[in-house]
Structures are given as C-alpha cells and as structure tokens.
C-alpha cells in the first residue's frame, strides 16, 4: 500500500485544518482490513501518536488532541481524514499518515501544519 497525505499548511492559533490521506496501491477488500490513522513529529522532537481508527471503528487519540482533533476513514475511497479544531501552536509539525496491517506498518510522505500564534 502506498499513502498520500495531503490538506496541511497555515493555519492561526484556533483555527481548523483537515487533513486527507489516499491510500493506492491495495483493492478496497484489502484496505478494509488495515488500521488507519495519523501521528506527528515537531522539530526536535519523536514522531507521536495524533490519532488511530482500527478496522473494527475503534478510535484512540493522543491526550494532547482528545476533544480538538476527529479522525474518519472513508472505505469507499480508501481514505482517512483528520479534522484538527482549536490548533494551537504546539499542533504544528509534520503530519504522517499511518496503515497498519499483519504487523507491517507502513508510512505516509508527511504533510506540513503551520499554527501562528
């Protein structure tokens, strides 16, 4: 499977972005069965978990999102979406999109989310 993450960019303290990953490369039965979902990594810092969907609709965010941050996955069109509410400055970094499937994870290119405060 390949993924291409993309919506990113800048964004004021407060405002909202979302973030759409395509995944190509994998027939729909096949994306089906794959565990979804987004992490971030800030200058200077480790990639962390954003946000998980698994397979059976099961969500899991990282403390720092819960309440600000809503992750969806579209079958039909073999995507994920992250809606992000109320950035704030420290939401800012490069956005990966992540697929998971039979202990293989595989990896996005990253999308670039700017928050001025």
């Known amino acids: 499977v390949q993924l291409q993450a993309s919506g990113g960019g800048l964004v004021q303290a407060g405002g909202s972005l979302r973030l759409s990953c395509k995944a190509s490369r994998t027939i729909l039965s096949e994306f089906n069965t794959y565990t979804m979902g987004w992490y971030r990594q800030a200058p200077g810092k480790e990639r962390e978990l954003v946000a998980v969907?698994?397979?059976?609709?099961?969500?899991n965010y990282g403390d720092s999102v819960k309440g600000r941050f809503a992750i969806s996955k579209e079958n039909s069109r073999k995507s994920v979406y992250l809606r992000m509410d109320s950035l704030k400055p420290e939401d800012a970094g490069v956005y990966y999109c992540?697929?998971?499937?039979?202990?293989?994870?595989?990896w996005g290119q990253g999308t670039l989310v700017t928050v001025s405060s």
């Open positions: 969907i698994t397979t059976s609709g099961t969500i």
């Open positions: 992540y697929a998971s499937r039979q202990s293989t994870d595989y």
